[in-house]
């Protein structure tokens, strides 16, 4: 079994910039589609970024593009988003996801991933 664990979130001011990291461990696949997600109160869980492992193709949730960056390292088994200009509504719980891909298209559905961190919680003040 896979596991996740984020790190990185805090408290940043509007405008600024965080970096979170997801350390994968335990087992894995050779082909693997890695994600993150996030969560806001009263929210569903959303889509923001993902990976397929080792093919390194990107999907993004639209509205985030060019804000949000994904990047991972396949070997290492970590997992990177950069969030630059950070806004309030970004505020949640990021986690970060795992599952093993047999098709070419990744995921984008929060019911698809298997494997899950704990969440790191990114608050964006005003």
């Not at 894995?28 to 492992?53: C, K, L, M, N, Y």
Request: with cysteine; glycine share 8%.
């Amino acid at each position: 079994q896979m596991h996740l664990a984020e790190s990185g979130g805090g408290l940043v001011q509007a405008g600024n910039s965080l970096r979170l990291s997801c350390s994968i461990t335990g087992r894995t696949f050779r082909e693997i589609d890695v994600a993150w997600f996030r969560q806001a109160p009263g929210t569903e869980r959303e889509f923001v970024a993902a990976i397929s492992w080792p093919e390194d193709k990107n999907s993004y949730e639209e509205s985030l593009r060019g804000r949000f960056t994904i990047s991972g390292d396949y070997d290492k088994k970590t997992l990177d988003l950069q969030m630059d200009r950070l806004k309030p509504e970004d505020t949640a719980v990021y986690y970060c996801a795992a599952r093993a891909s047999m098709t070419i298209r990744i995921s984008r559905n929060r019911y698809d991933y298997r494997y899950w961190g704990q969440g790191t919680q990114v608050t964006v003040s005003t």
